[in-house]
């Protein structure tokens, strides 16, 4: 992968962009009797990373169509940079990129053939589009691939060419719907590099993820989405925080040291079958020294010492209580198209 995509192509978007890229007050969205959303409250500043989490059928899909003016809300307001979704939904669209859950490259065309295609959709001239193609795809590292049919593209490959279409109309905004979904460990972590640069040139990511640990490796500031609310938002250290479940575990060999321990400590549960004790704590370098100094002082020596904090895992399980956390939204229900497809619109009505 190349070292930088800091210098992508942005066409001129004229006046300075709002500080806050996108907001909502109030948002609400039902199918049916269901209430997907029920009031939720954004505000997301420019050039930030922002991961919405929640369990299926949250509403993260439906929050992202809502927001790209994909879809209507029921009630409540939004803005993106600086226009409202409702009533300016054309000035909304040509200011960001949205990339679904699932990639919108047409396999039965070269990598360059998909990049040339988005740029007449984009109304750029043959020269410009030939420009901006050849600066993408230099970017993402596909020059070699370039005329290669797209179905012979592995799984990151596509992904780095989908984000590459979305970024030839020059978006501020971008859209992220689990944008790293089934790739392998190695695609994802260029995934993140893309992401991390694309911000630092001032691009605002709106992410939605699978994954607990992207969104801690990415996001300033993560919300969990739970039963139609923001549960909690914070950033990831702040949202850990919340949640109790910190503690040390000591274990022994000699059940001698082990039997000296538990009278030596307070507030243990004893495993006797392991020869192991568990103690609350909340990890810091003074918990763990009191606990290090009554061992000493009593003359105790642990074979292992581990430390556990919490981790966004606990708090999707705290936050959200039920569900389990890393799995991709999804409805087969013909009235709840929550976790349909993104690319259920023309992918182009939004590039």
Do not use: C
Not at 1 to 26: K, L, N, Y
Not at 336 to 341: G, K, R, T, V
Request: zero cysteines; aromatic letters at 4%.
């Amino acid at each position: 992968m190349p070292s930088s995509v800091m210098s992508t192509p942005i066409r001129d978007a004229g006046p300075q962009p709002p500080s806050i890229a996108i907001s909502a007050d109030g948002l609400r969205k039902s199918y049916g009797d269901k209430a997907v959303l029920d009031g939720i409250d954004l505000s997301i500043p420019t050039g930030s990373v922002f991961a919405l989490l929640g369990p299926n059928g949250a509403g993260k899909t439906t929050t992202v169509k809502i927001l790209s003016t994909l879809l209507g809300a029921d009630g409540g307001r939004a803005v993106v940079a600086g226009h409202d979704v409702a009533g300016e939904a054309q000035a909304v669209r040509a200011a960001i990129g949205v990339t679904g859950q699932f990639s919108a490259v047409d396999g039965l065309i070269t990598g360059e053939e998909n990049m040339r295609l988005m740029a007449d959709l984009h109304h750029l001239s043959k020269r410009e589009g030939r420009r901006v193609t050849a600066e993408l795809l230099r970017r993402f590292d596909l020059e070699e691939a370039a005329k290669k049919p797209a179905s012979t593209y592995s799984g990151g490959m596509r992904r780095r060419l989908d984000i590459a279409m979305t970024l030839v109309g020059g978006p501020r905004i971008i859209f992220l719907d689990e944008p790293t979904t089934g790739l392998d460990p190695r695609s994802r972590h260029n995934m993140w590099q893309i992401i991390r640069e694309l911000v630092a040139d001032g691009v605002t990511v709106f992410l939605t993820t699978q994954y607990l640990e992207e969104a801690d490796e990415l996001a300033d500031r993560i919300a969990v989405l739970n039963d139609g609310k923001i549960a909690a938002e914070g950033t990831a250290e702040e949202l850990k925080r919340i949640v109790p479940g910190g503690h040390v575990k000591l274990r022994f060999s000699d059940p001698s040291a082990y039997r000296s321990a538990v009278t030596a400590l307070d507030e243990v549960v004893r495993d006797d079958e392991s020869l192991s004790l568990t103690l609350p704590s909340d990890g810091s370098q003074r918990a763990l020294r009191s606990v290090l100094d009554r061992l000493d002082a009593a003359g105790i020596e642990a074979d292992e010492l581990t430390v556990h904090t919490p981790d966004l895992d606990d708090v999707f399980f705290a936050l959200t209580g039920s569900g389990k956390p890393g799995q991709a939204e999804r409805s087969t229900h013909p009235d709840h198209p929550e976790q349909s497809d993104q690319n259920d619109q023309p992918k182009e009505a939004v590039r």
